[in-house]
C-alpha cells in the first residue's frame, strides 16, 4: 500500500531527525539522565559483589597467608592459578607458595578461588582497570597481589585480624 | 588352605569364601568395606585402630574384623546401629589430637582420615580440651619426614620395619595421649625401603622428602608400568600430571614379585625420565632438526653402505633395558632388512650368572630390566653379540664407519659410553638413540634421536625369574620423542622411498 507519508519520504526524514536531534540537544544541554559519564574525574558505583583483580591477604606480621594448599588452584574453571609450594624460611611456617600467579587473561573472575580457600588468603578485590603493552604483564604474581599500592596494606586475613576473627561456637551448648 | 571354601553371612548376604581367609579381605572381595587403619595384607595383626569392628551373631561384644578368620558360618553384621556408632566413636578418638592440618599435608587426597570421615565422621566435635601439640617436620633420614602431631599409632610402619624390612628403626614412644612414634636414639632410617613406611602410613605422619609440597595427589594421574630399575620387575603405578611430568613411582600389587613393596633405588629411576634428563628434539651436531629429516639423514648413509655391500662396517650398540618389541624392531630392521651383523653389547651372560638380591629383599646386581629376553631373542636369531672391547678396538682400527648406538636411560651406562667415544674417529656416521640427553653430549657430532624412557614405553620385559610382564604406561611426554619401533619403521619407509624415487627416474 503506498500511503502520502511512504512516497514522500521527506517526512521520514524529518522524522528520524527529530529524534536523533532530540538526543543530542538534550545531552548538550544536560537535561533528565545521561547515560554516558566523564570517565576518569567521574567513576561508577559498583555493587559491593563486584569482583575485580584478587588480592592475596597478609598476616599481622606481613607474611602471605596462603598455605599453598592449592584448592584455589585445584577449583580453577579457566586454569589461571600456577602455585610452587616450598619449605618456608620461617621454622613456624612449614609450607608457603614460593611462586603464586594469576594469568589475568585466562581468568574469568568467577570467585571460585575465593569460595575454595580455606584461610582466607585469596579474596577478590574491587581493582577493575588493569591495562598493559604485553599479554606476559597480565600474569601476576605475589608482588601484585598481595602489596600493590590501591590495597594500602589492609589485605590482612581475617584469622589474622584480631577484630575480625570467628569465634568457635560453644560446643556445649551445641550438644 | 585356600583350597576349602566356607560359607559366611555378610550383612544377610551368603558369601563362598576361601576358609582362614581374613575377614577384612574377605568382605572387601564381596563388596563389603570394612574400614581399617592398622590392618595391612602384608603384616602381622595388631588390631590397634579398632575401626574395624563388626557384629557377630552369638557374641554381645563388638568384634575386631582384621583378627577374624573367615569359618563356616560365621554371620557378620557390619552396617548396625551399633557397628557404626562405635566405628564413629573410634574415628572421633583417632581425631582428637590430630593437627587437621590439611592444607599443607602431602596425604590429603589419599589420606585414610579424610577418607572415613566422608563416611564415618562424627561432625560436631565433642572435644573442649587442648589437642596435645607435638613435634612437626621431624627429620628422620634422607627420604622421609615425620610428623609426630598426625600419626594415628597404627604401627604399620613399625612393623614393617621389624617384620619386611628387618632394620626395626622406629618404635613407638611414651604414653597415653603423649605416645609418640620416632627412631631409636633419634638416627635415621636404614636400609633401601624406607619409603614403603610413606606408602602404608594411612595417614599423613610419614611423607616422602622427595615427593613433599611438590604436587597435590588429587592432580596426578596413574599408570600401570614395571620399573626398569632391575631385574627384578616390581610392578608398579607412575603418578604423572597430563603425561607431562611424573611426580612419583608407587609400588602395585603383585603376589608373584615384589607384593606390596619396592626399594627406593627403584622409585627414583623415576627422574630418568622428566624433561632435565631427556633428550627432546632430533639433532645433528647438536643442531635441532625435524625427525624427518634426521632420519633422511640417518637413511641415506645407510644406503650408501647397503648398496656398496659395506654393512659389515655398520656396528650396533644395543642393552637389554629395550623391551621384546623394541628389540624385535631393532633385529627385524638392521639384521634381517640391512644384513647387520656386528652387534655389540656389554657382557650380559655374566651379568646374568652374577645376578644376586643385593640387599636381602627385592634389589638385584643385574641393573638392566629385561636380561633374559635379550638373551632369549639372540638366541633365537642366532646373533652373537661381541664384548664393548671389541667395539672400542673397532672404532679405533677405522673398521666402523657406521655406529648405531642404543642408549639406555641409566646414568651407569655413561662410563662405557664414555670409552666408546673416545675411540670414535670423527669421520665416523654416529646414530645416537636415546631418551637421555647427557648420552648425546659425548658424541657432539653425531645424530640424535630421541625414544622413550622405560616408563613411558608399551611392550614386554622378562624379569629374572623368566615371568613375562608387560609396560602399559602409554605415555608420551614430550612430542618429538618417538618409539624404537616408530623409528625403526620410519627408517625403513625413508629407505623405501629413496629406492623407488631411484626406480621411478
Redesign the interface.
Known amino acids: 500500500m503506498s500511503t502520502l507519508e511512504s512516497r514522500s519520504y521527506i517526512i521520514g526524514i524529518f522524522k528520524g531527525l527529530m529524534t536523533t536531534g532530540g538526543h543530542f540537544f538534550r545531552n548538550l544541554l544536560g537535561f533528565g539522565n545521561r547515560p554516558t559519564i566523564q570517565y576518569p574525574e567521574e567513576r561508577r558505583k559498583y555493587s559491593n559483589r563486584f569482583m575485580g583483580v584478587h588480592i592475596l591477604t597478609k598476616k599481622k606480621s606481613g607474611e602471605i597467608a596462603c598455605t599453598a594448599c592449592m584448592l584455589c588452584a585445584t577449583n580453577c574453571p579457566a586454569e589461571c592459578i600456577h602455585i610452587v609450594a616450598a619449605e618456608s624460611p620461617n621454622p613456624k611456617i612449614e609450607k608457603y607458595p614460593a611462586v603464586y600467579e594469576i594469568d589475568l587473561m585466562r581468568c574469568v573472575f568467577c570467585g571460585f578461588c575465593e569460595e575454595a580457600c580455606p584461610v582466607d588468603a585469596v579474596r577478590m578485590g574491587r581493582d577493575y582497570e588493569v591495562a598493559e603493552l604485553s599479554e606476559r604483564n597480565f600474569v601476576v604474581g605475589i608482588d601484585y597481589l598481595a602489596s600493590r599500592p590501591s590495597l594500602n596494606g589492609k589485605n590482612i586475613s581475617v584469622f589474622h585480624d584480631p577484630d575480625k576473627i570467628v569465634k568457635m561456637p560453644d560446643t556445649k551448648k551445641i550438644a | 588352605m585356600a583350597d576349602k571354601m566356607v560359607k559366611i553371612t555378610l550383612n544377610g548376604k551368603e558369601c563362598q569364601v576361601p576358609a582362614g581367609q581374613n575377614l577384612v579381605d574377605a568382605a572387601k572381595a564381596n563388596d563389603v568395606q570394612i574400614p581399617h587403619y592398622c590392618y595391612h595384607p602384608g603384616l602381622s595383626i595388631a588390631g590397634q585402630c579398632r575401626m574395624c569392628l563388626f557384629e557377630q551373631e552369638g557374641n554381645p561384644k563388638l568384634q575386631i574384623a582384621c583378627n577374624t578368620k573367615c569359618s563356616e558360618g560365621l554371620k557378620v553384621v557390619t552396617d548396625s546401629e551399633k557397628v557404626t556408632s562405635a566405628v564413629q566413636s573410634s574415628l572421633e578418638m583417632h581425631l582428637i589430637n590430630h593437627p587437621i592440618?590439611?592444607?599443607?599435608c602431602d596425604q590429603?587426597g589419599e589420606c585414610g582420615l579424610q577418607n572415613y570421615y566422608m563416611e564415618h565422621g562424627k561432625y560436631?566435635?565433642?572435644?573442649?580440651e587442648h589437642k596435645v601439640n607435638k613435634e612437626?617436620?621431624v627429620d628422620i633420614g634422607d627420604h622421609v619426614v615425620l610428623d609426630k602431631e598426625r600419626c594415628i599409632l597404627c604401627s604399620r610402619c613399625v612393623r614393617f620395619t621389624q617384620e619386611i624390612s628387618k632394620t626395626s628403626d622406629l618404635g613407638i614412644f611414651q604414653r597415653g595421649d603423649r605416645a609418640v612414634i620416632g627412631t631409636y636414639n633419634d638416627e635415621a632410617l636404614k636400609g633401601n625401603y624406607q619409603l614403603n613406611t610413606v606408602d602404608i602410613c594411612p595417614v599423613g605422619a610419614l611423607t616422602s622428602k622427595d615427593f613433599?609440597?611438590?604436587q597435590?595427589v588429587?592432580?596426578l594421574e596413574e599408570a600401570d608400568s614395571v620399573c626398569g630399575g632391575c631385574s627384578q620387575g616390581c610392578n608398579v603405578s607412575v603418578h604423572h600430571k597430563k603425561g607431562k611430568h611424573i611426580y612419583r613411582l608407587k609400588p602395585r600389587y603383585n603376589g608373584d614379585i615384589n607384593k606390596w613393596w619396592m626399594c627406593d633405588t627403584g622409585r627414583y629411576t623415576y627422574k630418568n625420565s622428566n624433561y632435565d634428563k631427556r633428550l627432546t628434539s632430533p639433532a645433528l651436531g647438536g643442531v635441532d632438526f625435524s625427525h624427518d629429516e634426521a632420519i633422511q639423514a640417518w637413511a641415506t648413509d645407510l644406503k650408501v653402505l647397503t648398496a656398496m655391500e659395506r654393512t659389515e662396517e655398520v656396528g650396533v650398540f644395543i642393552s637389554p633395558h629395550h623391551t621384546h618389541e623394541e628389540l624385535e624392531g631393532i633385529f627385524d630392521t638392521l639384521h634381517k632388512q640391512f644384513g647387520i651383523t656386528k652387534f655389540y653389547s656389554e657382557d650380559i651372560d655374566a651379568l646374568v650368572k652374577a645376578d644376586s638380591v643385593q640387599d636381602g629383599f627385592l634389589f638385584r646386581s643385574d641393573h638392566y630390566p629385561n636380561s633374559r629376553g635379550f638373551l632369549k631373542i639372540l638366541q633365537d636369531r642366532k646373533i652373537k653379540a661381541l664384548s664393548l672391547t671389541e667395539m672400542a678396538q673397532n672404532l679405533q682400527k677405522g673398521s666402523i664407519s657406521h655406529a648405531i648406538l642404543f642408549v639406555p636411560e641409566d646414568d651407569r651406562v655413561l662410563s662405557t659410553l664414555h670409552k666408546i667415544s673416545r675411540s670414535t674417529k670423527p669421520d665416523v656416521f654416529v646414530v645416537v638413540i636415546t631418551p637421555q640427553r647427557a648420552a648425546t653430549e659425548l658424541f657432539p657430532q653425531a645424530l640424535s634421536l630421541p625414544s622413550l624412557s622405560h616408563l613411558e614405553k608399551v611392550g614386554t620385559i622378562r624379569n629374572y625369574s623368566g615371568i613375562d610382564q608387560k609396560l602399559s604406561a602409554g605415555l608420551r611426554m614430550f612430542k618429538e620423542t618417538e618409539s624404537i619401533q616408530e623409528i625403526m619403521a620410519g627408517l625403513l619407509e625413508k629407505v623405501r622411498e629413496t629406492k623407488a624415487e631411484r626406480a621411478s627416474r
Open positions: 592440618d590439611c592444607p599443607i590429603a560436631a566435635s565433642e572435644m573442649n612437626k617436620v613433599r609440597f611438590e597435590r588429587w592432580l
